[in-house]
């Protein structure tokens, strides 16, 4: 049996650990895996984290990797607790130390990590863990074992606080990355490594400022609504992104105007290879019929799929609102789901339990 075959065997049955809800409804929800959630952003950059809390004090443990043939696996640790700087910060597998880190010394190196273009820092004190040989011996240990325990100096007279994370999930959803940014089977593979060489993984390019766009793009960008009005500080937070074509075409994913409480507005414009831009509209159901749309909601690029998501939230917790999912086919953007829920009651979102508008006979009731 191939690697490439072994690897997927491995990742179908590592699969049917995930959540109902993840695998009822792909798109709608991100997957899991035992406690270990897994995502891609707009530009291709994915990871596998996993969020533990023991009392008061919370860790999220982060595995990223970029896009680019080259991009090594990177962990990220935050925590919501203030960290002594005469401290050490320590980490465990199955009660094996693996390696303990000054905190002073981890803070002096932070500024020598390269974070992908696209990444978004959660909140709290986070750090990159040190690269290189450094990440791969712990990586390797956390596959292997049953129990990360990660040793925080807390500050302010808290003492020590020592916080378990399992490590249940952690391999299926390591083969959840290595098969969707495509490198299964190749020498670049997180788990299983092949023979195939490595290459770039599905991706877009980001937009940090509006400066980036063609003339011809950020015409139709300016004349469409006031989606030109919008801060450059705001506009590089919210992840736009260049999709490149075929034919020297791109697509454009770009914010429109700046955003209200939870909803941020997006455009799709289409630049072609002859120096032309237009601009993509959406279909979307309405109680008549589908009708078409200019504005996109809370965007998501998923470059693995050339797919498009919007999740119009109806209130801030987001139980409620329009989600609609379209493939791009070459020259336009194809609806392929939409899903509502019109109660605003303030319970937590289950996306998967959505009425289906479309298809009309598809999803739940």
């Not at 195939?196 to 400066?211: I, W, Y």
């Not at 506009?235 to 992104?241: E, G």
């Not at 791109?250 to 914010?255: A, C, E, V």
Request: with cysteine.
């Amino acid at each position: 049996m191939t690697p490439r075959l072994l690897t997927l065997l491995i990742f179908a049955i590592a699969s049917l650990t995930a959540t109902f809800g993840a695998l009822a409804q792909p798109g709608r929800a991100v997957p899991s895996f035992e406690g270990w959630t897994v995502d891609c952003g707009n530009t291709g950059i994915c990871f596998a984290s996993s969020f533990t809390r023991a009392q008061s004090v919370w860790v999220d443990v982060r595995i990223i990797r970029d896009w680019q043939a080259e991009a090594q696996p990177l962990i990220r640790v935050t925590t919501n607790t203030e960290l002594l700087q005469d401290g050490t910060l320590r980490f465990e597998v199955d009660g094996n130390t693996i390696e303990a880190l000054p905190i002073e010394q981890l803070r002096e190196m932070q500024p020598s990590v390269n974070a992908p273009e696209g990444f978004r820092p959660l909140g709290g004190e986070g750090f990159w863990y040190p690269t290189g040989p450094a990440t791969s011996t712990l990586l390797s240990a956390m596959q292997s074992g049953q129990e990360l325990t990660v040793h925080l100096p807390g500050a302010n007279g808290t003492g020590p606080v020592a916080v378990p994370v399992s490590l249940q999930g952690l391999k299926a959803s390591l083969l959840w990355l290595d098969n969707r940014q495509d490198r299964t089977g190749t020498v670049a593979a997180i788990v299983a490594p092949g023979d195939e060489p490595a290459k770039d993984a599905p991706h877009a390019l980001p937009l940090m400022s509006p400066d980036q766009l063609p003339p011809e793009v950020a015409a139709v960008w300016a004349a469409n609504r006031l989606c030109s009005e919008i801060e450059p500080t705001i506009f590089a937070s919210l992840n736009a992104v260049r999709v490149p074509l075929p034919d020297d075409a791109s697509l454009y994913i770009i914010p429109c105007g700046a955003p209200t409480a939870y909803n941020s507005p997006y455009v799709a414009v289409l630049s072609g290879k002859d120096g032309g831009a237009r601009q993509i509209h959406v279909s979307r159901m309405s109680e008549k019929g589908p009708v078409a749309s200019d504005l996109i909601y809370n965007a998501r690029w998923i470059p693995a799929d050339q797919q498009l998501v919007s999740y119009f939230k109806g209130s801030g917790v987001g139980e409620c609102g329009v989600w609609n999912r379209w493939s791009w086919n070459g020259t336009g953007l194809v609806l392929l789901e939409e899903a509502t829920r019109k109660t605003c009651d303030g319970t937590a979102p289950d996306l998967s339990n959505w009425s289906s508008t479309w298809p009309v006979s598809g999803g739940p009731n």
